[in-house]
Structure formats: structure tokens, C-alpha cells
């Protein structure tokens, strides 16, 4: 499957951003979608994950209370969207795909992954 990640850009602290992730080649339904980050000197980390119907997600605890992870499967896409951004939300957001059984936070366990979107929040 292959993924496009859109909707970055930069914002003050305090605005708000919808991320997309468009995906295609493969049916969509099958996988559940992730949202992972990746700041500037630091390694990449999970946001959020979604399950193939939409009933279940799954946030970090940095994100959680602020960021919402959807999806519309008759558009194969998925969303992030982020409010009460925080500078130290500033990073390339990257969407991915996994085909396994469950929602998962590991990186391993995604197997296709967008091209990313810079995402930066100014104090």
C-alpha cells in the first residue's frame, strides 16, 4: 500500500492542524493506521494508532486529550487531527500502515510508511 501524508505546516502554540494520510494500491480496511513523529535529534515515536473499523484507538501520553486519530475507509484515508499544539509538538509526522492483529505503539510492527510532513509550532 502506499501512503501520503499531508497538512503540515507551521502554526503558533495553541492553533490547531488536520493531518491526512491518503493511502492506495492495497484495501485500505485491511490495516490498522498509526501516526508517529520524529523531532529533530531524536528518534521516531508513536502518536496514535487506529484499528481497520475506527472503533479503536490508541494515544501517547503526550497527545492524549489533544490529538483525535480517525478515519474514513471509503476514502482510505486517515486523519490526525491536533489541537493546543505545543512547540514541543514540532516534528516530520509520518502515517503508517500495519497488517497485524492488534493496535501496536512499535515501529517494527508497521509495514508501509508515508513520506512524512513537517509539522512546526512556534512559541
Known amino acids: 500500500v502506499q501512503l501520503q501524508a499531508s497538512g503540515g505546516g507551521l502554526v503558533q502554540a495553541g492553533a490547531s492542524l488536520r493531518l491526512s494520510c491518503a493511502a492506495s494500491?492495497?484495501?485500505?480496511?485491511?490495516?490498522?493506521m498509526g501516526w508517529f513523529r520524529q523531532a529533530p535529534g531524536k528518534e521516531r515515536e508513536f502518536v496514535a494508532a487506529?484499528?481497520?473499523?475506527?472503533?479503536?484507538?490508541q494515544y501517547a501520553d503526550s497527545v492524549k486529550g489533544r490529538f483525535t486519530i480517525s478515519r474514513d475507509n471509503a476514502k482510505n484515508t486517515v486523519y490526525l487531527r491536533m489541537n493546543s499544539l505545543k512547540p514541543e509538538d514540532t516534528a516530520v509526522y509520518y502515517c503508517?500502515?500495519?497488517?497485524?492483529?492488534?493496535?501496536?505503539?512499535?515501529?517494527?510492527?508497521?509495514?508501509?510508511w508515508g513520506q512524512g510532513t513537517q509539522v512546526t509550532v512556534s512559541s
Open positions: 494500491g492495497r484495501t485500505f480496511s485491511m490495516y490498522n
Open positions: 503508517a500502515a500495519s497488517s497485524g492483529n492488534s493496535l501496536s505503539t512499535s515501529l517494527r510492527l508497521y509495514d508501509y
Open positions: 487506529n484499528s481497520r473499523s475506527g472503533s479503536t484507538a
